[in-house]
């Protein structure tokens, strides 16, 4: 599913060069579900931005769904991401002035499938979310556990075989995580491949989470 | 050398496609030698960026070159205002001695830059970038043509003397020409017209053939016998004077601009098979939109520029 071999990332902090990913090899398998753990600064996200094509890496290889992805053009990689991968931020990055409902259309407004279809999507997802009671409401006027299942339901909107999840939990409190954990448990059992970086200690004992992967200072530990 | 406002910016915009040509040309040369598509190194990130930039840099130039040309012409046609004797276009390109030749390379670039812009979109297209090497090298060698072309206009409009007295296109493209153009008026016009019809016939059992070699030859041949049949064989009937065979009036406002419409439908449409036809020899494939698209806009061309032998008939009883 998930094939990384020997990926570094620099990136360049005036004449100095910052290395965030050092040699970083790993393999997920379809339907694992893997946290990757480590202290803030330590490459999650960088990894994980790596993994979704929306930076390449310096050096290394990085293969999503046997595709080359570090390698693709910028439109062909937006192109795959729209296709397979599902992204839940940590920041939500809901789109203001847009309502619920046309915040979990978004992804698939390139794809120009028609309005009925999309409706039709989006109200399945909102309402395994239970959030379709808000549909018509400006995303800035929600709860932030109500902007993070719209942003899940976003991120489930193309039904990706494989979600990214950047610190899930950050802006949430208890409740809501446990809440967010059922619902990424639901997914794990319909088959979908999970990535989840954090540092939140709720998911490191987890039943369904198959796999533990340390980063310290950009390398694997 | 009278300069207008029209010559400033052809000038000008040549300027900055040498500039930008030239950085693309030298960061060309790098990644063509040093590209290795299969390695995940960091030099071959770095080109990976770099290719992206220099596709784009190279892209506008040549998506460029091709309205500028239509615009070339229209600055010709509107300098014979003020050039003794040019009645339109023509007059202004014969007034430089390679005038007419300049014109002729800005329609063989159209090509090669269309080609050009045709391996790059198959190339981005394709997530293994096959032609990557390939274009950056023919960008090498059609940096040369487009360096030739921008020199070959800087001189045509610095050539050019509004005080010389210059003949008409009515002189120019007539048997008595001086030119080789008078060549083509010792063989009966309706010879030219059944070989331009023969070379579209060809082109129609090219896009049936399925044959992407064939349809590159039959298009090209269509274009050149498109050109000479219009010269010879139709303008007369679109200007109703049976003497008048000048290409370039058919761009004046007199005849509602329509030669802007039937050389786009006519080089679009032999553009699409010709340039088309090489790239899927290149990819050893077959691209059925590219000889559909060829097929209709040389199909509309050719109805078009039938109509007008054919109503002057309907309506004068005689051809001319």
């Known amino acids: 599913m998930i094939c990384l071999h020997h990926v570094c990332k620099r990136f360049a902090q005036g004449d100095e060069a910052i290395e965030a990913l050092k040699d970083v090899s790993l393999e997920i398998a379809q339907g694992e579900c893997v946290v990757l753990r480590g202290a803030s600064g330590s490459g999650k996200s960088t990894l ?39 992204f839940i931020f940590q920041k939500f990055h809901l789109i203001p002035g847009l309502n619920v409902e046309e915040n979990v259309i978004a992804p698939l407004i390139p794809a120009n499938l028609p309005l009925h279809v999309l409706h039709e999507k989006a109200r399945i997802k909102m309402e395994a979310l239970h959030i379709d009671s808000k549909a018509k409401r400006d995303v800035k006027r929600l709860s932030g556990g109500e902007q993070q299942r719209v942003a899940i339901a976003r991120a489930l909107i193309n039904d990706p075989v494989l979600i990214l999840a950047d610190e899930p ?21 319909s088959g979908v491949t999970l990535l ?7 998911f490191f004992d987890l039943d369904f989470v198959d796999r533990i992967v340390e980063l310290k200072n950009g390398r694997i530990v | 050398m ?22 693309a040309f030298v960061l060309s040369a790098g990644i063509a030698w040093r590209w290795r598509s299969n390695e995940t190194t960091e030099l071959q990130y770095a080109l990976h960026r770099r290719s992206y930039l220099v596709s784009v ?49 800005k329609i063989v670039n159209l090509y090669v830059f269309g080609f050009w812009l045709l391996l790059n979109d198959a190339d981005m297209n394709d997530e293994k970038l ?25 001189g045509f409009f610095t050539s050019l003397n509004v005080s010389k007295i210059v003949s008409c296109c009515g002189t120019l493209f007539s048997a008595s020409s001086t030119s080789s153009i008078s060549l083509l ?29 064939a349809s590159v030859v039959s298009n090209l041949l269509l274009a050149l016998f498109a050109l000479i049949a219009l010269i010879l064989f139709f303008s007369p009937y679109v200007y109703e004077l049976p003497t008048h065979h000048c290409p370039f009036c058919l761009l004046q406002k007199e005849y509602f601009y329509v030669g802007y419409l039937l050389y786009a439908l006519l080089f679009s449409g032999t553009f699409y098979a010709a340039a088309g036809g090489v790239l899927d020899l290149v990819q050893k494939r077959y691209t059925k939109r590219f000889y559909r698209l060829s097929l209709f806009f040389n199909t509309v061309y050719v109805i078009g520029i039938s109509l007008y032998p054919l109503s002057y008939y309907l309506r004068n009883g005689v051809w001319l």
């Not at chain 2, 060698?141 to 800087?154: A, Q």
Request: hydrophobic share 55%; charged share 15%; with cysteine.
């Open chain 1, 48 to 86: 994980l931005s790596l993994i979704a094509g929306l930076a390449q890496p310096s050096s290394g290889e990085i293969r999503v769904l046997d595709r080359e992805i570090s390698k693709l053009p910028e439109h062909l990689s937006a192109l795959f991401r729209r296709a397979h991968i599902g």
């Open chain 1, 169 to 189: 939990t950050a802006n949430l409190d208890a409740k809501l995580s446990a809440e967010l954990i059922e619902h990424l448990y639901m997914l794990k059992q």
């Open chain 1, 196 to 202: 989840i970086a954090t540092h939140d200690p709720l």
């Open chain 2, 2 to 23: 009278s300069l207008t406002p029209e010559i400033i910016a052809l000038l000008l915009l040549d300027a900055v496609f040498l500039l930008f040509g030239g950085i």
């Open chain 2, 57 to 105: 840099i190279i892209n506008y130039i040549f998506m460029l070159k091709i309205p500028l040309f239509a615009f070339f012409i229209y600055t010709c046609d509107k300098l014979s205002a003020i050039i003794t004797g040019a009645m339109c276009a023509s007059g202004v390109v014969n007034s430089v001695d390679f005038g007419l030749y300049l014109t002729l390379f």
């Open chain 2, 130 to 154: 096959p032609f990557t090497r390939l274009k950056f090298i023919l960008f090498i060698l059609f940096f040369i043509p487009l360096c030739v072309e921008i020199g070959l206009e800087i």
């Open chain 2, 185 to 213: 008026f010792s063989v009966d016009e309706k010879i030219w017209m059944m070989i331009f019809y023969g070379c579209f016939a060809l082109s129609v059992a090219a896009y049936a053939s399925r044959s992407p070699l």
